[in-house]
C-alpha cells in the first residue's frame, strides 16, 4: 500500500534548552485512501504535527513527506496536495460564503472556469447555497464549520487534515460531517488525517489510530489491536490506560475538607 | 494564466473592507474618483483662496520650510501609525494559518495587503495633494514642477503607509499568538499617538516653528527632521514653490533630493519584503504564562478598604481584573500624558490656582474617570457571574464604584496637586484646597459615568466598540461640565455673580462645589437607573 504521510523523528521544541517537546521524534505512516486518527488530551502536540505536516511551521528537527513532497524543500508542493481545517480557523466574517471560497479556491489555484461550479456544489453540499451572498459573521458555529471543510475541499486535495472537526458542531451537523469523511473516504478515495480527542468520532471513523502525549505517540495500531495492547474493553479505557487519569476516590476529596459545605 | 497571488491578496482585503457597502461596491470607485476630481479640481481651490494671499507672503519666508518639514513630518507620521494603530487595537492571527496552509509567499500577503487597503489611503493620499497643489496653483508652477511636487507627495506616503503596513504585520505576528501580547498591543494603540500629540502642542504652544527658525536653537530637531524623508520632500516643494517655472534655479539639490526619496521607497519596499517572512509565522514566541502572585499589602489594603471579607475579596478580584490588563494602565497614562505636554508645551496655562481647578475639572477629570469606569464587564458572561449569585448585582456594581474612585481619585489628586505647585507663587492653602476640590469632583465624575456606563451598557471585547462607548459617554459629561460652566458664568447662577464682594477664587471655589454637587446628584440617580438596568438585562 502507497504511503501518502510519512514522518522520520519529526520534531518540534520550544522554549530556551528546547525544554518543551510539542512533538518528540515521531515516526509514523499514514497510507492512501486511510483514515487516520490522531489521539491526545489536550496539548499533546496534536495541532503541532497537523502544523508540521501542512508547513504552517518548521521542525527543530526530523522530516516528513507528504504525498512524497518533503515538508522542508517542497513547501508549495506539500501545500497544494493537502487541505486544512484547522482547530481554531479564522475566517473573514466581512466576506459571503461565495465571496470566501472564492478567495480560498484563488489561493490554491484552481481554474477559474472551474470554480464557480466547485463553489456551487460545495455550497449545496452543505445546504448552504441559499445563504451564499450572507455575510460569514451571521453564520452560526456549525454553519461557519461547513464553510471551512468547504473551503479545506475547494482545490480536491488528496489528502485531508481535519483538525477537531466536529468539536464545535451540535449532533446533527455533526452527523453530517462525519457522513461525509466516511464519503470522502470510501467514495473520493481521500486520505483523511483526523486529530481529535473526541473519542466516538475517532472510533467511527478511522482505520487506524495514534496516541500521542506529550510530544511522543504511544500507541499506534487499529482501535481493536490497541484494546487488545492495553488489556482494556473499550477505546476510553485503553486511552485512559495509556496517557493516565485521575484516580476515582480523588474526585471528591475536596467535600471531606472542614468546612467546605456552604 | 493564475492569477497573482497579490492580486488574490489585494481584491479580498478589498472586498472585506468594502463588506459594509456591498450594495454599491461596484459603484463605488467611480463615486470615489468622482468626489476626488471635484475636490481637486473645484472645493480645494476654493477654500485655499481664502488664504492664499498670506500662504503667498508665507512660502517665500525663512519659516516656510520648517513648516511643510512639520506639515509633511506629521503627514507622513500619522500615514505610518495609522495601520499600526489598527492592527493593535484588535491584534487578530486567525486568519494567519488560512496563508500559512495555501501555496502563498508571505511578500505576496504583505503586498496584497497593502494594495487592498490602497484604494482608501489614496483618498488620504489626493486630499491632501490636492490641497498642496491647489495652494501652488496661483504661482504658476510649470507642469514639470507640478508633476514633480505630485510624486514627491505621493512617494513619501506611500512609503509612510508601507512602513506601517510593514511593522503591523510584524508587531501583529508577534503579539497576537498571547493573551497578554494582545492585550500590550491594545495598550501600545493607545499611547501610540502620544509623539503625534505632542508635536502638535509644541507647534500651537512650544514655539517649535519659531524654535525651526532660529539658527541659535534649531540644531538637533533641524538635524533629526533634516534625515527624514517627509523633510526631503518639504525642501522640494518649498524649492520649487519659490521659484516659479525655473526649475534650473533648484535643479541639482531637487534632483538629488528627489533621487534621494526615490531610493528611499525602493529600500523600504525591498526590506518589508525580506521582514514578510517574519511577519507571517505562526512559530510560537514564548511559552511563559502570566503568573498571579500572593496578595501583598497593596491588595489586602484594598481588601480592608472593601469592607473585608467577600465584598473585600470582591473588590480586590475586580481590582485584579483591572489592573492585569496594560491597556486600562495604558489610557490612565495617555491622560496624565496630555496634562504634562500641556504643562510642558502651553506656555503658562496655569498662572492662577484657578487655571488647574477649571482646566481639569473641564478635561482631565472627565477624561480619566470615563477610562476607568467606562466599561462595566468585558462580555456579558461576567455579568450572569453576578446575576447568578446572591445580590450579586448590588455587589458588583458597588464594588466598581469603590474600585473607580480608589484608582481614579489618588491620580486625579495628584494631577491637581503638581498642576497647583505649577502656578506661581502658590500657598500651601491653595495647594490643598484644590486637592481637596479635585478629589470631590472625580468623586462625583465616577459616580456619573459608572451610571452613564451601567445604563448604557457596552459588553463588546473588541476594543473599538468599548473606545465608541466610552467616548458617547465622555460627551455627555463634557457637556454637561461645560453647560453648567457656561449656565454658571453666563445665566447669574454664579455665586460670584450673586455675592460681588466675595473673594473671587472662593467664588470660583463654591461654584464649582455646586457644580459638583450637581454632577453628584445626576450621578447617583444614573447610578441607580443603571443598576436596575443591569439587573433587568437579557
Known sequence: ???????????????????IKAVDELDLEVYEGETFGLLGPNGAGKTTTVRL?????KPTSGTATVNGHDILKEETDVKRVTGLLAESPGLYEK????????????????PSDVLPERIDDLLKLFSLYDRRDYLLEGYSRGMKQKILIAAALIHDPPILFLDEPTSMLDPRAALMVKDLIKGLADRAGKTIFICSHILPVVEELCDRIGIINQGRLIALGTIDEIITQTKTKTLEEAFIAITGGVEEKELLAWREQKGAGA | MPVPKWLV???????????????????????????????????????????????????????AVPMVQIILFMFFFYLMLFPISDTLREVKT??????????????????????????????????????????????????????????????T??????????????????????????DVGRALSVIIVLPMIAVMYAIIGGGLIEALIDPTTSGTVRTFLGMLPSSWGAEIFVGLASNPNNISAFGLETLTRFGSLIAFFVAVLWLGAKAANRAYSLESTTFTASKAKPDGLFYKTVKYLGGGGSSGTLLASIFKDYGRRLENLSWIAYVVGLIAMLSIFLS?????????LVILSLMAIPLLTGFVVGTVSRGKETLFLYRKSPNGVGRFVKARLLQGWLVAVPIAAAIMAVSTILVPQVTLFSLLINTIWGSIRTMASVAFLLGLALLIPVFAEESRERTLGIIINLQVILFTTIGLEIGFSRFGLSFRRLLPNLEPFT??????????????????????????????IE
Open chain 1, 95 to 110: 466576506l459571503s460564503a461565495h465571496e470566501f471560497l472564492e478567495f480560498m479556491g484563488a489561493l490554491y489555484d484552481v
Open chain 2, 9 to 63: 491578496v489585494a481584491r479580498n482585503e478589498y472586498r472585506i473592507h468594502t463588506s459594509s457597502i456591498r450594495k454599491i461596491r461596484k459603484y463605488f470607485p467611480f463615486l470615489t474618483i468622482g468626489l476626488l476630481v471635484v475636490y481637486v479640481l473645484f472645493i480645494a481651490p476654493a477654500v485655499v483662496s481664502l488664504f492664499i494671499d498670506d500662504f503667498l507672503v508665507f512660502i517665500i519666508s525663512v519659516a
Open chain 1, 1 to 19: 500500500m502507497k504511503i501518502l504521510i510519512r514522518t522520520d523523528k519529526l520534531s518540534k521544541y520550544y522554549g530556551k534548552g528546547s525544554e
Open chain 2, 348 to 356: 503658562d496655562p496655569f498662572s492662577s490656582p484657578r487655571d488647574p
Open chain 2, 157 to 182: 506616503f506611500l512609503s509612510a503607509i508601507w512602513i506601517g503596513t510593514v511593522i503591523a504585520a510584524i508587531l501583529r505576528t508577534k503579539l497576537g499568538k498571547s493573551v497578554r501580547g494582545k
Open chain 2, 507 to 536: 467664588g470660583l471655589l463654591l461654584d464649582h462645589l455646586l457644580q459638583t454637587a450637581i454632577i453628584s446628584l445626576v450621578g447617583i440617580v444614573l447610578f441607580y437607573l443603571g443598576k436596575r438596568k443591569l439587573s433587568r
Open chain 1, 53 to 57: 505536516l501542512n508547513c504552517i511551521i
Open chain 2, 94 to 155: 486567525e486568519q494567519l494559518e488560512i496563508f500559512l496552509a495555501s501555496p502563498v509567499k508571505p511578500s505576496d500577503v504583505l503586498l496584497g495587503e497593502f494594495l487592498g487597503k490602497m484604494p482608501f489611503y489614496t483618498i488620504a493620499i489626493t486630499v491632501i495633494t490636492g490641497t498642496f497643489t491647489a495652494l501652488l496653483n496661483p504661482l504658476g508652477l510649470d507642469v514639470v514642477q507640478n508633476a514633480i511636487i505630485i510624486i514627491v507627495f505621493v512617494i
